[in-house]
């Protein structure tokens, strides 16, 4: 049973690029979560999405950033005209989403640097 | 919403000593904790987890705590190994809704 994948693994781009970040849950998994890890510091999460619908996207910046889940395929985190400051790990994890509160698990990241 | 504060930042032991991280939540609603460790360069990796209606879970070095009244729970690394170092984060989840909360982190050391 292969875990949640991400890829690609490391992405440059150059200041006013857009980044398109993927993440394939595990197998069986329909709910998906996306973080954003700094150098030494914490996950701070960016939003929750199932199946074709974003649940809470409370801890993404409103302008450049967006996320999805389609019916089939990735799901999807794209950022728009990257700035310096958006260089970081992007970590996705995926749940069973069963209802209550099922374990989280992580895929192994994209790092992203912007030049 | 729900905030995880966490401490110490930074541990550093003897191996074959014990380490323990120390977390608080305020969201009295919160029913499962997870604790997750991360190497560097790696993804975090779930290490155990408790919920609610569980005082304490044990799995071989790593036992975990919870005190709901207090609104504080904890992870001891007993015996501890060079290869127990990395950072540890604990989580904190609200009942029925799946947005995890990390704490900071704490940066374990095993010295050998």
């Known amino acids: 049973n292969a875990g949640v994948m991400q890829n690609p693994r490391h992405l440059v781009r150059r200041r006013g690029q857009e980044a398109r970040l993927r993440c394939s849950p595990m197998k069986g998994h329909s709910h998906v979560y996306w973080y954003r890890q700094l150098p030494e510091e914490g996950l701070k999460f960016m939003v929750y999405?199932?199946?074709?619908?974003?649940?809470?996207e409370s801890g993404m910046p409103k302008e450049r950033f967006s996320a999805e889940f389609p019916k089939e395929g990735p799901s999807i985190l794209r950022i728009q005209q990257v700035v310096r400051g958006d260089s970081a790990a992007y970590f996705c994890?995926?749940?069973?989403?069963?209802?209550?509160?099922?374990?989280?698990?992580f895929g192994p990241g994209t790092r992203l640097t912007v030049l | 919403g729900e905030n995880v504060e966490q401490h110490p930042s930074t541990l550093s032991v003897q191996e074959g000593d014990s380490a323990v991280i120390k977390c608080t939540y305020s969201?009295?609603?919160?029913?499962?904790f997870p604790w997750y460790k991360q190497e560097l360069g790696k993804r975090p990796q779930l290490i155990i987890d408790?919920?609610?209606?569980?005082g304490e879970k044990k799995d071989q070095r790593i036992a975990v705590t919870l005190n709901k009244t207090a609104k504080h729970f904890s992870l001891h690394i007993t015996e501890t190994q060079p290869e127990d170092s990395a950072v540890y984060f604990c989580?904190?989840?609200?009942?029925?809704?799946?947005?995890?909360?990390f704490g900071i982190g704490t940066k374990l050391q095993v010295i050998p």
């Open positions: 408790i919920r609610s209606n569980v």
């Open positions: 989580a904190a989840t609200p009942g029925g809704y799946q947005k995890v909360t």
């Open positions: 999405l199932q199946k074709e619908n974003i649940i809470d």
């Open positions: 994890a995926s749940s069973l989403g069963q209802g209550g509160t099922d374990t989280q698990y």
């Open positions: 969201d009295s609603a919160s029913n499962y």
